[in-house]
Nanobody, 125 residues
């Protein structure tokens, strides 16, 4: 059974930095695209950044240049380094993994994503 556990959230002043971590178990990991989502009160959950097993990363426009997603396949960890934080970055941040299944044609994405429990990030003075 897949399990994603986040850590590293907290309270930080505007302009500050935080690093979120997520450890994954119960999934292949290397083939999985890992992602960070966030959800602020009253808003829908949105994609912040994702990273493929090969290390190709994409970012939401609002975090480009400020956030960096990375992964350590040996440790089954994914990270989100957040810098120059803004009040509007305040949200619950969730770790996400797609569902990769090994088929005769190699690894294929299938329904059945995995989510962590979330970690609160609050940016406030």
């Amino acid at each position: 059974q897949a399990q994603l556990v986040e850590s590293g959230g907290g309270l930080v002043e505007p302009g500050g930095s935080l690093k979120l971590s997520c450890v994954a178990s119960g999934i292949p990991f290397i083939p999985n695209t890992m992602a960070w989502y966030r959800q602020a009160p009253g808003n829908e959950r949105e994609l912040v950044a994702d990273i493929t097993g090969a290390g190709f990363a994409r970012y939401q426009d609002s975090v480009k240049g400020r956030f960096t997603i990375s992964r350590d396949n040996g440790k089954r960890m994914v990270y989100l380094q957040m810098s120059s934080l803004k009040v509007e970055d305040t949200a619950v941040y969730y770790c996400h993994a797609d569902n990769q299944v090994l088929t005769g044609n190699g690894w294929m994405v299938r329904p059945g994503d995995s989510w962590g429990q979330g970690t609160q990030v609050t940016v406030s003075s």
